[in-house]
């Protein structure tokens, strides 16, 4: 069983959000988990009809505010594997401030961020990924705001588990889905989507043969990668960093002073966050693909029920207190 529903799905044909569904159907299964205990939580957008399609709990709820819903879910249901939805309007214009805290929280939930850089349900104006200049409905003469890197943001906010991959590399996208699954906390995993109708191949320069090993930095922990240096084409480490793999125009070799080995389990999130602000300038010909961050830390979840069980084991005369302590009334609780 793949976890499909029998809802029709209502995207434009040639959408990458299918691409991602069917990872996902498929994907689902491997976790063994019984239907009623999976919920995805979506907000407003296009990819927000995700929850429609998949034959598990879900919610298509309020703009912005999946990640607020699926925090209260996950801490009151521990037995929940919670997944939230989103796209790059939804996340991180108007549900901002909802990821961010959740991203620092690390509360148990995953997140996927469709990010196909333009507004889709409303038909096209420009998101807070879209990149400076571009012209939409809405920014006619082109766009004057500058554009949220998602990573760098999540990183910025210290989650947990921060990862970016791309709708049309199946296997990429399963094994990151499979690691941010495992992941005890907020994974936060970015999708590179094309949106075919509204920005249609923002995202060729890495999908195309002839292209992607210029435009792909690949993020794997324990292996090197290479922040560009004195060559102008990209280049990359063979394992070990002692011999030097040229990809690109370069023509030179590359120093290994260049060279770093990709350490994702890093605490100090800093490393992670420079290797995010490898995109180049032009913000669409290069990026860096994988997993950035992947630490343990301690989840607001299991605290705040650490702190709830706590409170029922205490002596029946604390108990009052303490209750009225957790939930900040001066009324008298009872435990039952
Ligand atoms: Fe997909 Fe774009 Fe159509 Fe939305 S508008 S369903 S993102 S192709």
């Known amino acids: 069983k793949d976890f499909s529903s029998d809802q029709e799905v209502r995207w434009c044909p040639g959408c990458g959000d299918y691409a991602v569904l069917k990872a996902v159907q498929g994907f689902l299964p491997d976790l063994g988990l019984r239907r009623e205990n999976i919920v995805f939580v979506s907000g407003i957008g296009c990819s927000s009809r ?56 690390n509360v148990n939930m995953t997140i996927l961020l469709f990010n196909n850089r333009i507004y889709g349900l409303t038909k096209g104006q420009y998101s807070p990924t879209s990149e400076a200049g571009k012209i939409t409905k809405s920014t006619p003469m082109g766009s004057v705001d500058h554009p949220f890197n998602p990573v760098s943001l999540a990183l910025g906010a210290e989650a947990s588990f921060v990862a970016r991959t791309i709708d049309s590399d199946r296997k990429h996208l399963t094994s990151v889905l499979a690691a941010a699954a495992a992941h005890r906390g907020t994974s936060l995993v970015e999708i590179y989507q094309n949106c075919p109708i509204f920005n249609d191949g923002a995202f060729d320069a890495i999908k195309d043969r ?117 939930i900040g009334g001066g009324d008298t609780w009872t435990v039952v």
Do not use: C
């Not at 309020?62 to 919670?82: F, K, M, Q």
């Not at 490898?278 to 702190?307: C, H, K, M």
């Open 210 to 326: 002839d292209t992607k090993e210029h435009a792909i930095i690949p993020l794997e922990h324990g292996q090197p990668i290479v922040f560009g240096g004195g060559t102008k084409g990209l280049v990359r480490a063979a394992h070990g960093g002692v011999e030097v793999a040229e990809i690109g125009d370069a023509d030179g070799q590359v120093s290994l002073e260049q060279v770093i080995v990709h350490d994702a389990h890093q605490q100090d999130p800093t490393l992670a966050f420079a290797i995010s602000r490898l995109t180049d300038a032009g913000y669409l010909n290069r990026s860096p693909i994988g997993i950035f961050r992947q630490v343990e830390r301690p989840t607001y979840d299991d605290q705040a029920r650490g702190q709830v069980d706590s409170a029922r084991k205490a002596a029946p005369g604390e108990q009052s207190d303490r209750l009225a302590a957790l």
């Open 50 to 105: 995700f929850p429609y399609y998949l034959d598990t709990y879900g919610m298509h709820s309020i703009h912005g505010r999946a990640p607020s819903i699926a925090t209260g879910l996950a801490t009151s249901r521990e037995d929940l594997s919670v997944w939230v939805v989103t796209g790059d309007g939804d996340a991180l214009s108007i549900g901002g401030n909802h990821l961010i805290h959740a991203l620092r929280r």
